[in-house]
């Protein structure tokens, strides 16, 4: 893309991220861990499939179909509309197996909005990183504004700040992926739908982050190509793995670009309301 736009100079100012190596390597070395020599196929198959023909062996080996599994890969459970009843039982006879979870229940519940809202409270990281007040202020400063719904004062305090002043915040439910997050009047609107109910807390509030507006053009289908005003996100992958309490990998697996227009609230590549893009380090 650089060549075609006459840019060919910046190519050495556009880092690598070899994030599809990365994360395989990470996968194989999990698989690795499973201590099974012998070559696995790689299948793709359901919650329901596995309902329907999972069982484990006597030593909580999981076997789908008659063949036995060393990894899963969770390419759908992300949202609570992908489960019925059978899905919430496939879900648990993988995690009661051995076989290596991608993520497991304790990794995918560790990046919820809400366990991020935790976080951010005050001693919480000094419980995890005691005596080392340095570590915990590096990672306090990643932080923005992050605050409670729940059906306490302290979420009372929040509903009432947001209603007050909603474009200084950004509503955000359980999800991931894009076109979840609600600003302005959604905001206010959801607030009121859910105050005095157990379905606040299904939710968290967020200082609404105002970043950098630039000049670029994307390229989707059907879209004409000009130059617009947008913004980047920038995302690093990583590659984690932990056997017995023990950590065996933790390690950058790359980084990922996304840029949407100014204008639009929401993103998602998957949505069609963001571009993939890379860096450019001058």
Not at 27 to 55: C, M, N
Request: aromatic share 8%; glycine share 10%.
């Amino acid at each position: 893309m650089l060549g075609l736009a006459g840019l060919e100079e910046l190519r050495a100012s556009v880092p690598d991220s070899n994030t599809t190596v990365r994360l395989a390597s990470a996968l194989h070395r999990a698989w690795e861990l499973y201590d099974r020599p012998q070559g696995v196929p790689s299948i793709r198959d359901s919650f329901e499939f596995v309902h329907k023909t999972g069982r484990l062996s006597s030593d909580n080996r999981l076997f789908v179909d008659g063949r036995e599994v060393a990894l899963v890969l969770y390419r759908d459970g992300f949202s609570p509309c992908h489960y019925t009843e059978e899905s919430w039982e496939a879900r648990l006879l993988i995690e009661r197996s051995l076989a290596i979870k991608c993520p497991d229940i304790g990794t995918h519940l560790a990046g919820t909005k809400k366990v991020q809202q935790v976080l951010a409270r005050p001693g919480v990281l000094e419980h995890f990183f005691p005596d080392q007040p340095q570590v915990v202020q590096q990672i306090r400063d990643t932080f923005t504004g992050l605050y409670t719904l729940d059906q306490c004062p302290e979420g009372d305090r929040a509903v009432a700040m947001a209603m007050k002043t909603p474009d200084r915040f950004v509503l955000k439910p359980q999800r991931e992926g894009g076109g979840n997050n609600l600003f302005d009047g959604e905001l206010v609107r959801v607030l009121q739908e859910v105050d005095g109910g157990t379905g606040r807390a299904a939710y968290i509030l967020m200082d609404r982050l105002w970043p950098r507006v630039e000049r670029n053009v994307l390229q989707h289908r059907n879209v004409p190509l000009e130059p617009r005003c947008v913004h980047g996100e920038l995302g690093i992958f990583g590659a984690y793995i932990r056997k017995d309490g023990e950590m065996i990998l933790n390690e950058v697996a790359g980084h990922m670009m996304r840029t949407k227009c100014a204008e639009d609230s929401q993103g998602g590549v998957n949505r069609g309301r963001a571009a993939y893009d890379s860096p450019i380090l001058c």
